[in-house]
């Protein structure tokens, strides 16, 4: 598995643990880190991925109900909402993510971790989100090629 790829599950799981039992479990990431391996890149990233969607809490989960219309982010089941924050926050923040990268990633933790639908539902989700934030890299590189 790649790195960016398992800090990512991390971060996903971290937010889940986060969303279920509250702050507390970031003061207890060093023993949640020792099960999951030594790689100290893996770590660092999940722990500026899981800090910062948990720091913007608020507003990740705010775009991702402006984004599921039909949707209350309180109504999603606990791993798709940990799913979409983590993404929402890289769409947001992390510029040098490729938009495809986020949606790829997240829609194989949703095929991993959740429903036979979530896989369908956080892509759709997150589509809109990057159309809203403006954020279509493969467009953007279209234009600058031309």
Known sequence: MDRRTKARELAMQLLYQMDVQGDDVLNH?????I???DDDMVRS???????GAWKELSDC????????IKW?????CAVDKSILRLSVYQLKR????????VINEAIELAKKYSTAQSPGFVNGVLDSVMKKLGRDDEEKDREASN
């Not at 990233?45 to 800090?51: E, N, P, V, Y």
């Open 29 to 33: 990431l060093d023993a949640f880190f």
């Open 35 to 37: 099960e999951s391996g």
């Open 45 to 51: 990233l999940a722990t500026k991925w899981t800090k």
């Open 61 to 68: 989960d705010g775009t991702i109900k402006s984004a599921s």
């Open 72 to 76: 209350d982010v309180k109504r999603l």
């Open 94 to 101: 992390c510029p040098e993510i490729p938009v495809k990268v």
